[in-house]
């Protein structure tokens, strides 16, 4: 059975994120936060709020999943949720002072952390894998509905 091409790619495109994954995870926890609760805090940051629709769509973390590091974060002090003014139905996360002061302690200090590893590639490099990462997701995202109205 001759090996497809892209099984080469596959397993860079896996070996690189279990990297990442290890070295950003690693700085998060000293940072005290789990990689989702930083995902959340990020996110937030430096934006008016937003609903837990729109969070669970810009964020990395499952709609299983958001609740409950929701509530954690608001056990902490770090968000507050407030019905929409538009639409009772809706939820409406913001991060409170407290949360903001975390948002800006944590994610100059991560981005901080991440610089030397990505510097090993030249901003013309950075564009590129930006690029050809998209032009990936998008093709697995296509397949994933075509396979599914099939």
């Known amino acids: 059975?001759?090996?497809e091409q892209f099984v080469k790619t596959l397993r860079s495109l896996a070996e690189c994120y279990q990297a990442f994954e290890a070295y950003s995870t690693a700085h998060v926890r000293k940072l005290g936060l789990t990689c989702a609760q930083f995902d959340i805090v990020a996110t937030l940051g430096n934006t008016p709020g937003m609903t837990c629709k729109e969070l669970g769509e810009k964020t990395l973390i499952t709609k299983g999943t958001?609740?409950?590091v929701l509530d954690r974060l608001e056990a902490r002090g770090l968000i507050r949720r407030t019905a929409s003014d538009a639409d009772r139905r809706?939820?409406?996360i913001v991060l409170t002072p407290q949360g903001v002061r975390t948002f800006e302690r944590v994610f100059p200090a991560h981005i901080g952390h991440l610089k030397p590893a990505f510097s090993a590639l030249s901003p013309r490099e950075l564009e590129q894998t930006a690029e050809l990462l998209h032009k990936l997701r998008d093709a697995l995202r296509e397949a994933r509905v075509e396979r599914k109205a099939a």
């Open 66 to 68: 958001l609740t409950g």
């Open 90 to 92: 809706q939820v409406f």
């Open 1 to 3: 059975m001759p090996k």
